[in-house]
């Protein structure tokens, strides 16, 4: 099962855009890479997923690389209600099932 | 189109009690799973069930927990003679198949006197 390495917190101020970069050295060949966002006392939201190179959706961008040991979430412009807890993680897209593990995330904390 | 559901959001039992916790997957989906999130920790795997099918129960406790997804109603995860460790926050999480993106709710926090 690939191991995920997230910094364990970031600080960023509003308006500025924010990189949260994820390494995964033995993602599987199937495997997609997932983030998802989690306030307290909530449980976690999906925010996008992808495979290879860029993608782009209302949130955010993701970028992975060729070699796909690593990925980078970019938050466009953050507000406060950004801080939150953010998780980069496999999610299986071979023939294994959808069993998700999550790591200790990335604490990210948007100041005034 | 609802999310999906949990209830209840809030459950309070003395030790020895017996838990029951149910979730409504979103529409048109048929997976679901159970996560366990402990104070100030991340997200632990439990179970995963289809419609009347457990598939994957290897981060359930082997005792005192068990989980269904009957063929009409919620998944439930019920949890027998409760102790204070308990006590957390459990996540169900629903897919419209296994290798697609799973959508959490809002979870129900188990506290355990």
């Known amino acids: 099962l690939a191991k995920t390495t997230q910094p364990i917190s970031m600080d960023s101020y509003e308006g500025q855009e924010v990189n949260i970069t994820c390494s995964h050295n033995?993602?599987?060949?199937?495997?997609?890479i997932t983030w998802y966002q989690q306030f307290p006392s909530q449980g976690p939201r999906f925010i996008i997923q992808?495979?290879?190179t860029k993608v782009t959706n209302e949130v955010a961008s993701l970028f992975i690389p060729a070699d796909r040991k690593s990925s980078t979430l970019s938050l466009p412009r953050v507000s406060l209600s950004d801080t939150a807890v953010y998780y980069c993680?496999?999610?299986?897209?071979?023939?294994?099932?959808?069993?998700?593990?999550f790591g200790q995330g990335t604490i990210l904390t948007v100041h005034p | 189109n609802a999310g999906v559901m949990q209830n209840p959001r809030h459950l309070v039992r003395r030790r020895g009690q017996e838990a029951r916790l149910r979730c409504s997957p979103m529409k048109g989906h048929s997976h679901v799973y159970w996560y366990r999130q402990l104070p100030e920790e991340g997200l632990k795997f439990m179970v995963y069930l289809q419609k009347e099918n457990i598939i994957d129960e290897s981060g359930m406790p082997k005792e005192r927990f068990s989980a269904e997804f009957p063929k009409e109603g919620p998944s439930i995860l019920r949890i027998q003679q409760v102790v204070r460790g308990d006590s957390a926050a459990y996540f169900c999480?629903?897919?419209?198949?296994?290798?697609?993106?799973?959508?959490f709710g809002p979870g129900t926090r188990l506290l355990v006197l």
């Open positions: 993680l496999p999610s299986p897209g071979g023939t294994s099932y959808g069993k998700l593990t």
């Open positions: 992808g495979y290879k």
């Open positions: 999480a629903s897919s419209r198949g296994g290798q697609e993106t799973q959508y």
């Open positions: 033995n993602i599987a060949t199937n495997d997609y």
